[in-house]
């Protein structure tokens, strides 16, 4: 499995990174009710790839990237690309008890609205999702739709906010891998305090390093 870190500004790539992937966990013994919280892993035997907050299992035909700001040098989000769509993961401090989906889904779809875009509520696997649907300049100059599914699970004291875009965006029925991908990802929140809604920090895996171009 490669490891690829992307600028969120371009969409050149910076650099590339190989992971040890060891198990893919692929096999159909796991059980599929994640996302978990990271002190509840279950015995799946699943080697997960240590990105910090997040815990991604290596997935075959797909490939883990890093968004990061080019600015400031931080992770923004952990992406799976395959060759049908993409899957992008955010972890967020969450209180303790609390639904902080439900206050997140208004102020997506606001900032949606805000693009010129629609967002529109449907019931999915873990609850309520948001379809969105916004103009994009394509490569070519010319004007398109770019629709995702914005997937949100409440864990304990966190929050997993997951974006599928491509064909699992737009074939619901046919993303069923896609979303079994999604329930094998685990958060780590840690004890320290932090506002609610604080992105949960991604770090580079120690056992990354970098291919020379």
Do not use: H
């Not at 500004?9 to 990271?38: H, I």
């Amino acid at each position: 499995m490669r490891l690829r870190r992307r600028s969120e500004v371009s969409d050149e790539t910076v650099d590339d990174l190989d992971v040890d992937p060891g198990d893919d966990g692929s096999g159909d013994a796991g059980p599929t009710s994640g996302p978990y919280d990271a002190d509840e892993l279950p015995g799946d035997d699943a080697e997960r790839v240590d990105l910090g907050s997040l815990l991604i299992a290596p997935e075959p035909g797909r490939e883990l990237r890093l968004q990061v700001d080019e600015a400031s040098g931080v992770v923004q989000s952990v992406v799976l690309a395959g060759s049908d769509g993409a899957l992008e993961l955010r972890a967020f401090a969450a209180p303790r008890n609390g639904d902080l989906w439900s206050e997140a889904r208004p102020q997506i779809a606001s900032e949606v609205a805000g693009r010129g875009g629609t967002a529109t509520e449907r019931e999915g696997r873990w609850g309520p999702e948001l379809v969105c649907r916004v103009q994009v300049r394509t490569p070519d100059g010319k004007t398109g739709t770019q629709e995702s599914r914005i997937i949100g699970v409440n864990g304990p004291r966190w929050l997993l906010r997951a974006t599928l875009l491509g064909k699992p965006a737009t074939d619901v029925d046919g993303s069923a891998d896609w979303e079994d991908v999604l329930s094998r990802v685990a958060v780590r929140r840690g004890a320290q305090a932090m506002p609610v809604g604080e992105p949960l920090a991604v770090t580079m895996p120690p056992q990354a390093r970098r291919v020379e171009q």
